[in-house]
């Protein structure tokens, strides 16, 4: 096996590490991604259950039954 062989040989294995090192990558990016979906829908729903159900003005609120 010539030089030429030998160095093309590893830069063949290089590129495949490289392309698995990629594919890996992406699908912990897609992963994350599906994750902050999920994460921003849970907030959204929380800051409306807020919203909704925060603390009333000191006007608006019906004193304890001991008054």
Do not use: C, W
Not at 38 to 46: G, I, S
Not at 51 to 62: L, M
Request: without cysteine; glycine residues 4%.
């Amino acid at each position: 096996m010539s030089q030429d062989d030998e160095r093309l040989m590893n830069i063949e294995m290089a590129l495949a590490e490289h392309e698995k090192t990629l594919e890996e990558l992406n699908e912990v990016i897609i992963g994350q991604g599906k994750q902050i979906e999920r994460l921003v829908k849970q907030n959204q729903f929380l800051l409306s259950k807020i919203e909704d159900d925060g603390v009333k003005p000191q006007s608006e609120e019906t004193p304890p039954p001991h008054y």
